[in-house]
């Protein structure tokens, strides 16, 4: 059993790597712009776990012994939530945080670009 050791040593060395700042291969994965997005989904995924955690639990109604079938409940309401996420995310979190990004933005920009031509 040597999976503790293992995973006790990658972590060691990843907390070495980033204490003196060793750019790395593990640098280029923790910095890639994609998991943007991925953060993105996870909070509205947050969000909407209970809503549909509580729709399918609260439809069964008989106690449940440790099977199989719990573990299949569980990762349908892993796949429906992460599902849900990304429909929110693409739909309202996504465009909602454009706009406001629009509406923030500071007009100095754009006069500081029109006085440099």
Known sequence: MLLRPLFAAMCAAAI????FKIE???RAILEWDGWIWVAHVAYTTYITQFTV???IVNNT???NVFSKYILVQAGGITIVTFAVGVIVWLLIDGPFSNIVKIC???PT???QSAKLK
């Open 24 to 26: 790395n291969f593990y």
């Open 53 to 55: 955690m509580g729709l």
């Open 16 to 19: 070495v790597g980033f204490v």
């Open 109 to 111: 920009t754009n006069k």
């Open 61 to 63: 109604k008989t106690l």
């Open 104 to 106: 923030m933005e500071t």
